[in-house]
């Protein structure tokens, strides 16, 4: 059966997205550059959700570009459940 293919947001949608999320995504990317700073070099990724499941944003590591990449994890992108560590 394979992985589930999340839904991607782009374009007006994905626009959409982050205007209505402003406020979270600016209050977070400051602790979120802190936090990636003091972790990285140790394999470390943060991402930002909204309450569905959304992808906002994204901070990983060298190393992970082509997994992030090969699985669409890139903003816009929801992740089912389990996949985002939440119950």
């Known amino acids: 059966l394979g992985k589930p293919v999340p839904k991607i947001l782009s374009g007006n949608d994905l626009k959409d997205l982050q205007k ?3 406020t979270l995504i ?16 140790s394999h470390f990724m943060v991402s930002l ?7 906002l944003e ?3 590591c060298d190393e992970f570009i082509k997994e992030m990449n090969d699985e669409n994890w890139v903003p816009g992108a929801n992740a089912p459940s389990p996949e985002r560590g939440s119950p």
């Open 49 to 55: 959700f909204d309450r569905r499941g959304f992808l």
């Open 26 to 41: 600016a209050t977070s990317i400051p602790f979120m550059r802190h936090l990636y700073r003091f972790m990285e070099g």
């Open 58 to 60: 994204v901070m990983f």
């Open 20 to 22: 209505a999320n402003k």
